[in-house]
């Protein structure tokens, strides 16, 4: 995650241990266009990526290759909705700690069972599409919830519960799709 | 003073000396080599005009062998000592190729590592054949530019795993060629069909050659090649066709192919008709075994039911990389096929009918790999008039390391863009252990019997502790060749762990140094006159790169700073002359290491550049 960067890649702390929205020169928000994302991912890489320096010395070499890494990596946690809702946490000094952190509100746990249970007992195609269907509109809400916490309210601690709560939809998505694969061949 | 020349970063500095860069196809049954000329890329041709080189070798006990086409006269006669399909065997053990079955060589028993063959001139390991095939290639650019080549891009299949990776890198050198990068055989594939189309948009690259399979996602945007997703299969092929297409034949005709000519000459037979029911409906299947003439009929509908199964395979494996670049298929702009495999009107059909339009042909299959690579090489090279292109690659398989119960837990996904790394944390379990072994494996499944060993990484030198109290952070690169390294230091105390690699399907250091020894294609020079030379060259390199990336960007430093590194330039020029290999590698050490505040400066500049032509919102 963020913060200095050791090993082999501290020395490009003083040029590299920005944050991610610095790096990519966006502001802090949960709200991100991910075509522009995408290209100045494209506009960095074309500056740092290693195959700029193919003839260059050995330092400038290993400098590039570090820098399309930390490129790379910054790129993957903004893009991803949940990794840039938890990474604003962060930043915001509300750390997600999903994993000392379980505790869930007792609806949401409910759900949950009766999603599992429904996907358990879903035999046919159209029975899962309807729990796929039902799963969307569930996260379609959730992540409005979160955008409007981190955007709008600036709220963390209660994006910090969203995200966790995101988490474990996004397993279940993760489960449904499979399912779905599995029905396919 | 004559230490710099003004010349744009990476660019040669004198723009009239273009530096000679190939890019070399190692295919399972093709190789080629190709290099831009005159802004043009071509596939340079032997003495013969023919610009493929079978990838066979043949070993005489007289220590000679023969390559290409003079290699495959012995195919049948001599299959022990004539190597084909030597791709197959690259980063394999034993096991993998055993369940393959066909192979008609006399492999050397052994329970781990590599496979190795014996042959007349002795016992050969894939990537000592494989370096034989490079040679003959560069060799053949040699002798096209009267002149040494400055480096190679090298193709592999999309899916090759890091072994593979390795081992093809690991020949290249043994080649004596300076690989400049490896890139996927789709990417170079889509270089070719982009620059030459003009393309811009999602293309999905379907690459089936004798041994291979890869299908690759990717957008293009203006010289810029971004792979989504890649998937494949890297012992899927036209062999596997051959093989049961022959099988099916002596089946029908009674036979049985005992000795390993027969089984040669039947996958030789079956290759023949297969080929010809591309554009006909009837062929024969006719080959001699033991002295006696088989011929059989097959038409294309039996050709067909025969491939099926592998074409289904192929397209498993197409849907999954659909699936994991998130996109719909009608969102793909157009389908590029690979691989002389792709003539076959069946595959056509199937690849039609999923992405629902034609698929692009107007490239030769054989050829487009490497031109693509030729086109990299050059822009690599820093050739002018190569233009703006830049590879986004991917890795192609889970990185993986093993925990309790042989468990995977998985480090690096799949389809991450490379290069790329990940920092784990890892503790001691006994007092005072000063030492562990990290086994990092590659694959999707969750028991690491079921995945791919790549290598244990052993630790040593951690400080004596409690239990516990150790926390060794481990960082896992993939570099931009797809290339897996490992470094390891101990966080309370701040002390670097030494990490020795054993790979499980790789050469050893110990063992690329020897093969080096024996030579490939320069056995008259001795050891010492090489490294030297090498030394030198590397001097060159370095002092040319330092005077480009000083003419670029040396405004950045500080009139101390620059004062520094110009000192230990004109160290490195004085002690370049000498004969003193260790004088040289000690100045270029020093050169190297006065450069490195400049390069993350030069890093940190780029970053800059790359957000100045945008918004740059309020932070």
Redo the contacts between chains.
């Keep these: 995650m963020a913060g200095p960067l050791?090993?082999?890649?501290s020395?490009?702390n003083?040029?590299?241990a920005i944050d991610d929205?610095?790096?990519?020169?966006?502001?802090?928000s949960f709200a991100l266009d991910r075509a522009d994302l995408d290209?100045?991912r494209?506009?960095?890489?074309?500056?740092?990526?290693?195959?700029?320096?193919?003839?260059?010395?050995?330092?400038?070499r290993?400098?590039?290759?570090?820098?399309?890494?930390r490129v790379?990596?910054a790129?993957?946690r903004l893009a991803d909705p949940l990794k840039r809702a938890a990474y604003l946490c962060e930043l915001a000094g509300t750390p997600i700690r999903a994993e000392d952190n379980t505790a869930m509100p007792l609806d949401f746990l409910r759900e949950q069972m009766a999603w599992r249970e429904s996907l358990d007992d879903a035999g046919s195609r159209a029975e899962v599409d309807a729990v796929a269907h039902d799963l969307a509109n569930a996260r379609r809400l959730a992540y409005e919830r979160l955008a409007s916490a981190l955007d709008e309210r600036r709220d963390f601690a209660a994006a910090a519960q969203e995200v966790r709560a995101l988490m474990f939809i996004e397993r279940f998505a993760a489960d449904v799709d499979d399912r779905l694969?599995a029905l396919?061949? | 003073m004559a230490l710099l020349q003004i010349s744009e970063p990476g660019e040669s500095p004198d723009p009239h000396t273009r530096r000679h860069a190939v890019g070399i196809d190692l295919g399972t049954t093709h190789s080629l080599v190709a290099a831009v000329r005159s802004g043009v890329a071509e596939c340079l041709p032997d003495r013969d005009g023919e610009v493929i080189l079978p990838s066979a070798v043949r070993y005489f006990a007289d220590g000679t062998t023969r390559i290409g086409r003079e290699a495959l006269a012995g195919a049948v006669s001599d299959p022990t000592n004539t190597i084909v399909s030597v791709k197959r065997l690259m980063g394999r053990g034993l096991a993998d190729v055993s369940k393959a079955g066909r192979l008609a060589y006399d492999f050397v028993a052994a329970e781990e590592g590599m496979v190795r063959v014996r042959t007349a001139a002795g016992i050969k390991s894939p990537v000592e054949v494989s370096a034989e095939i490079l040679a003959t290639l560069r060799q053949r650019a040699e002798d096209t530019f009267e002149a040494d080549l400055y480096g190679a891009v090298i193709t592999v299949p999309a899916y090759f795993d890091d072994a593979q990776r390795q081992a093809t890198k690991d020949a290249a050198e043994l080649a004596g060629l300076e690989v400049l990068r490896l890139i996927s055989e789709p990417t170079a594939a889509s270089i070719a069909y982009g620059l030459d189309n003009g393309s811009e948009g999602l293309y999905a690259v379907y690459d089936l050659g004798g041994g291979t399979f890869d299908i690759s996602l990717l957008r293009m945007t203006r010289g810029v090649f971004e792979v989504i997703a890649t998937g494949g299969d890297s012992a899927l092929g036209g062999d596997d066709i051959d093989a049961a297409l022959a099988d099916w034949a002596l089946a029908r005709a009674g036979v049985i192919a005992g000795s390993a000519g027969d089984r040669r000459a039947a996958a030789m037979a079956a290759r023949v008709a297969k080929e010809a029911l591309s554009s006909a409906d009837h062929a024969v299947f006719g080959c001699t075994l033991a002295g006696a003439r088989v011929e059989e009929p097959v038409t294309r509908a039996d050709l067909e039911a025969i491939a099926k199964p592998f074409v289904d395979r192929t397209m498993a494996a197409v849907r999954r990389a659909v699936r994991d670049a998130k996109v719909d298929k009608s969102a793909i702009d157009g389908i590029v096929l690979v691989g002389g495999s792709t003539r076959m009107p069946l595959v056509r059909r199937a690849v039609h009918e999923f992405f629902g339009r034609a698929p692009l042909t107007n490239l030769d299959p054989d050829q487009v790999v490497a031109l693509g690579a030729a086109r990299q090489a050059d822009a690599l090279a820093g050739n002018q008039g190569a233009g703006d292109l830049l590879l986004l690659d991917v890795v192609p398989l889970s990185l993986g390391i093993e925990t309790m119960g042989g468990l995977v837990e998985r480090i690096i996904e799949r389809n991450s863009p490379i290069p790329t790394a990940r920092a784990q944390s890892f503790t001691t379990f006994q007092d005072g252990q000063t030492a562990m072994s990290i086994h990092v494996v590659q694959g999707e499944r969750d028991l690491v019997a079921d995945c791919r060993s790549l290598a244990r990484f052993e630790l040593r030198g951690i400080p004596p502790m409690v239990a516990g109290a150790a926390r060794i952070q481990v960082t896992f690169t993939i570099d931009a060749d797809g290339l897996l390294s490992v470094e390891a230091r101990e966080e309370t105390s701040g002390v670097e762990a030494s990490v020795t690699v054993k790979p499980s399907y790789g050469l050893s250091d110990d063992e690329v140094t020897r093969m080096l020894g024996e030579g490939f294609g320069h056995a008259e020079d001795d050891m010492a006159a090489r490294a030297l030379r090498e030394a030198q060259v590397d001097a060159d390199r370095l002092l040319a790169a330092i005077a480009s990336a000083l003419a670029a960007d040396g405004e950045l430093l500080s009139a101390e700073e620059r004062a520094s590194i110009e000192r230990a330039a004109v160290e490195l020029r004085a002690t370049r002359d000498s004969t003193d290999r260790a004088a040289i590698e000690r100045s270029l050490k020093t050169l190297s290491e006065s450069t490195e505040a400049f390069a993350a400066e030069r890093m940190n500049r780029g970053i800059r550049r790359a957000l100045a032509g945008r918004r740059v919102e309020d932070l």
Excluded: C, I, T, Y
């Design positions: 050791r090993g082999p890649f020395f490009l003083m040029h590299l929205f610095a790096l990519f020169g966006l502001s802090r290209a100045r494209r506009a960095l890489q074309a500056e740092v990526h290693p195959d700029r320096f193919a003839g260059a010395d050995a330092a400038a290993r400098a590039a290759m570090q820098s399309a890494v790379n990596e790129h993957a694969v396919e061949s």
